[in-house]
């Protein structure tokens, strides 16, 4: 195991009707909120109404920015720092699902910095100050509610860069499973995709004597797949929710990366994929993780082994590894299937004629920052290609 | 699963030579510290030296108070808090186990507490206000270092108390694994032991729909199992002690018991033996879990079956749920009796005259403040009494 330094203070407020307390949850930490969230469906659904009055009901002021969409980005960043520093803002209330969050995450910080808040993103500035976050989730799935990182968009320069930093982690993050029920299936599909990859990203590991953390993540993800069925056929099951919800929590706070060298491959091939095709992040993940596998897996057998039998669910007593990492690997796709996730780039309406130029991004060859990907194994942008080119 | 509310800001520093970065660590919080402690083992480990050169180095000033005991003692808390007034000191660092950390937890908070500090784990009285204690861990067992308990004994009135409140959750905590290396035989057991029960409170429930933390808590015990017999062995196995140091944090940080109801029948038993016989806390619990089970099952033989199986690795085929039981029961027994547990109160030389006190005791018959233990089955005390006795 390695050395580990971990901080994680975001409170975790779960179960039914919790949104309701909201107003009472910020008053002792909030004189005037700013209500960030995307568009007609937190309002269709009713969650808007009862926001507005639980803050009303505490006397919580609050200004309103909306139209944060998937990728969020950076120009309504830019708009909500401005609106912020004119009303005086001490906290932002995202009521969503991770774009929401990480664009209340880059406004929160912004407001205190004096420059472009595009530049503590493209540069990893080290920031100290922000103001709080809360959040009330809407869509479980990408783990900001108590995660320290953020992603955001910038269309100019056609650029989707993370930032992570304890001070982002929210103050405290609202998670209703009763919320989740009129999500619809491919956005279910998409979430769980999105909090299986970060168990993935942080278990696919070179480190070695990680039982415990092996464990857990084992653990959080057969956890998350049989209830992500359970839902396919039964989007409003209150108790797969509440699984799938504080799973998607739990696989991206951290807790399951700890000790450990973690990857990060996939998430990096994939943001090229959003930003220059806008898929669902989720969905891209899909396609890419089982490629990665076939690529990688002989680089560290054992480990490949474990996955198949202790996720997958692949008989031990197979005395071919190569079979059984084979079988692992066709059973995630085919788990994926069943969620009506999409198998190839192809599905994805993404062609060859790109792959160089996303390969050559996500590898910095383009920026004159180049780096490889990866910690299973190193990816220069060739490597990259191979992988874009298996998925197609 | 149930709704649940979970706060747990304890920053982790975790593995090798941690623990000489303690001044640089509490520089920033601290302008004088309490170094609180046992007695001579941290003097002979070289660990106090190590803590004080490291304080001196980053400038931080201290006082200091030894005298720590298993199950410890009011009065020590008592000085402490006097001296804490006397020198303005505005943290505790608490260098030590579990009776080293629950000593300075109590100490934190009688520092504002105008009466006797016995008063607030007497009476259970809502504490606001601390000061911040921080630890470096030298026992894994009892997991006080991110937990939000402490237990107090009171030798004038024979009674040991806890007392939960998230404030007293450490500011942070170093973990070293290497420090651990020099713990005896049997501290290593009673440790294990200690966070062995932490998890089954938690795991033994009747709230169903509790998928993730099941398996959390299976993940967290089977990793404990196994590199506790490799410490046996092995006692200066770094990677074995990663596992076991780690997996004792996360036992009684709480997250393995969110969503659930909790028993807490076992510690509610044992804290009677320790309070009269002075017994080391884990080795009770060795001879009173299995007891418990055996005498608990059939109140809810599918959660019994389930630890058999995915904890206790009893093949799931077998026709007889009630032979499955039995058989993880009896491995659990046998687990406990590689690591050199007690089997029985009488390796304790705990007799037959006392039962009948302790029962009525731990089940507040005797104060006047009558109530049931556990939740899997709820024990009066004449439950209690036939545990105690198959205990025998």
Chains 1, 2 share one sequence.
Not at 54 to 69: H, I, K, P, Q, Y
Not at 146 to 164: A, C, F, H, Q, R
Not at 343 to 366: S, W
Request: net charge negative.
């Amino acid at each position: 195991m390695e050395n580990f330094d971990f901080y994680n203070p975001t409170r975790i407020i779960f179960g039914k009707n919790t949104h309701l307390e909201i107003g009472n949850l910020l008053k002792p930490h909030a004189k005037k909120v700013l209500l960030h969230y995307g568009g007609q469906s937190v309002k269709k659904s009713g969650v808007f109404d009862q926001v507005v009055a639980s803050l009303r009901n505490a006397g919580v002021d609050f200004v309103e920015l909306d139209g944060v969409v998937p990728n969020p980005r950076v120009t309504l960043v830019r708009e909500g720092i401005q609106l912020c520093k004119e009303n005086k803002v001490d906290l932002i209330l995202a009521v969503g699902g991770g774009s929401v969050i990480d664009s209340a995450k880059a406004i929160s910080m912004g407001i205190f910095y004096e420059g472009d808040v595009w530049d503590i993103y493209a540069k990893h500035l080290p920031v100290s100050k922000n103001i709080p976050v809360a959040t009330i989730l809407t869509i479980p799935a990408a783990g900001s509610e108590s995660s320290p990182s953020s992603v955001i968009s910038n269309d100019e320069v056609k650029l989707k860069k993370g930032y992570t930093n304890n001070i982002t982690r929210p103050l405290l993050s609202v998670i209703n499973p009763e919320l989740f029920f009129s999500l619809p299936k491919n956005q279910i599909a998409n979430g769980v995709s999105d909090m299986m990859s970060h168990i993935f990203e942080r278990y696919f590991t070179r480190t070695l004597h990680t039982d415990l953390t092996d464990a857990l993540c084992e653990a959080t993800l057969r956890t998350i797949m049989r209830n992500a069925l359970i839902l396919m056929n039964d989007p409003a099951n209150y108790d797969a929710w509440c699984e799938v919800g504080f799973s998607g929590n739990v696989a991206h706070n951290d807790m399951l990366g700890l000790g450990r060298a973690q990857d990060w491959a996939c998430h990096g091939m994939e943001h090229e994929l959003s930003a220059l095709y806008d898929v669902a992040h989720g969905a891209g993940l899909a396609v890419l993780t089982p490629a990665w596998m076939k690529y990688v897996y002989k680089e560290n057998m054992n480990m490949f082994v474990q996955f198949a039998v202790n996720v997958m669910g692949v008989n031990a007593s197979f005395r071919d590894p190569e079979y059984i990492v084979t079988e692992g690997i066709r059973l995630l796709s085919e788990f994926y299937r069943k969620l009506g996730l999409p198998q190839t780039l192809g599905e994805l309406f993404i062609g060859n004629d790109q792959l160089e130029l996303m390969a050559k991004k996500a590898t910095g060859e383009i920026s004159g920052n180049e780096h490889k990907l990866g910690g299973m194994k190193r990816l220069g942008w060739q490597d990259v290609l191979a992988i874009y080119k298996m998925a197609l």
